[in-house]
């Protein structure tokens, strides 16, 4: 079956512009995450979805980032006034989640965000 | 301050040559410990969760063990396609996820 995908693979944009970076998960997995990974470095969590709410948002380093995820399914990060220090990629993953044990997130190949 | 941290950043072995990379996590009510692969240009693959000290988990030829305090991965004759960046990550009990830094490993044929 498909995996996660997110689109575009690539993004160069410009000091003080908008972004919009879009995750496609595994279709029946209700839990949703954002990670930022820059060079050399793990990921680094930004935000998680448990159906359409944000159930935990404190990774989110500013303002700035917004993400949605208004039909509990397709999901998109948002960065308005991007600065340089925002190039990373940005990893999204989908889980099913359930009580209990954890289970285990299948990541995209990720976003390249590179701000110029 | 929840932390993991991954030891060495860099491994380069010869095929066949075995050895361990090291997970070290300081955090409040751990709630699983996960392994993964990462290649170049890729999202991570997920390896293996552990849920509790003592569990181990095994993979071809890798092998996941758990302690109170740290987590090992053990690589036994590596090929040059376990070429990647291995990384652990943390889930505490109040659901933070939180992920080393990874070691790059490099195997020579």
């Known amino acids: 079956g498909a995996g996660v995908s997110q689109t575009p693979s690539n993004k160069v944009t410009e000091k003080g512009k908008y972004v919009e970076l879009r995750c496609d998960p595994i279709?029946?997995?209700?839990?949703l995450y954002w990670y930022r990974q820059s060079l050399g470095q793990g990921p680094e969590f930004l935000i998680y979805?448990?159906?359409?709410?944000?159930?935990?948002d404190s990774g989110l380093p500013n303002d700035r980032f917004f993400a949605v995820r208004p039909e509990g399914s397709v999901s998109t990060l948002k960065i308005q006034r991007t600065e340089r220090g925002d190039s990373a990629v940005y990893l999204c993953?989908?889980?099913?989640?359930?009580?209990?044990?954890?289970?285990?997130?299948?990541f995209g190949p990720g976003t390249r965000l590179t701000v110029l | 301050e929840d932390q993991v941290t991954q030891s060495p950043e860099a491994l380069r072995l010869q095929e066949g040559e075995s050895s361990s990379l090291n997970c070290s996590y300081t955090?409040?009510?751990?709630?699983?410990l996960f392994w993964y692969r990462q290649d170049p240009g890729k999202g991570p693959e997920f390896l293996f969760t552990?849920?509790?000290a003592g569990e181990e988990k095994e993979k071809e030829r890798l092998k996941a063990t758990l302690t109170k305090k740290e987590s090992f991965l053990h690589i036994t004759a590596p090929k040059p396609e376990d070429s990647a960046t291995y990384l652990c990550?943390?889930?505490?009990?109040?659901?933070?996820?939180?992920f080393g830094s990874g070691t790059r490993l490099s195997i020579r044929p």
């Open positions: 993953a989908s889980s099913l989640a359930t009580s209990g044990r954890t289970n285990e997130q299948f």
């Open positions: 990550a943390a889930l505490s009990s109040a659901s933070k996820i939180i």
């Open positions: 955090v409040s009510g751990l709630r699983g």
């Open positions: 279709s029946g997995h209700t839990a």
């Open positions: 552990l849920y509790s």
């Open positions: 979805f448990q159906g359409t709410g944000a159930a935990d």
